[in-house]
Nanobody
Framework: HLPIVESGGGLVQPGGSLRLSCVAA????????IGWFRQAPGKGREGVSC???????NYAEAVKGRFAISRDHANNAVYLQMNNLKPEDTGIYFC???????????????????WGQGTQVTVSS
């Protein structure tokens, strides 16, 4: 249970872009396994993407080619760049972290123990 804060959500038209930020204090966030999740209204939480400390990344099929994770060691932050947004991308987005382990990462929520409060992303015309 480590402090994490997401920001960068908002209202955007279909085809637009947003960059979500995940920042941490007290630990080196870019060196942890990072997961991005989202929860649409009335639906369960789904894994969008993940990244480990070795550079491995994984993306859900629905966002592949449109979303990308990046790291900023100087600011102890991780970003999710979201391009060509669609209405079905609407939801509350969460950043999550877990200690570094293994060569891969998981998009399953149970694999993470530190979570941000969520930031709202709305894609609508």
């Amino acid at each position: 249970h480590l402090p994490i804060v997401e920001s960068g959500g908002g209202l955007v038209q279909p085809g637009g872009s947003l960059r979500l930020s995940c920042v941490a204090a007290g630990f080196t966030l870019p060196q942890y396994r990072i997961g991005w999740f989202r929860q649409a209204p009335g639906k369960g939480r789904e894994g969008v993407s993940c990244a480990n400390d070795l550079g491995y990344t994984n993306y859900a099929e629905a966002v592949k080619g449109r979303f990308a994770i990046s790291r900023d060691h100087a600011n102890n932050a991780v970003y999710l760049q979201m391009n060509n947004l669609k209405p079905e991308d609407t939801g509350i987005y969460f950043c999550a972290a877990a200690p570094p382990r293994g060569a891969y990462c998981s998009r399953g929520a149970d694999d993470y123990d530190s979570w941000g409060q969520g930031t709202q992303v709305t894609v609508s015309s």
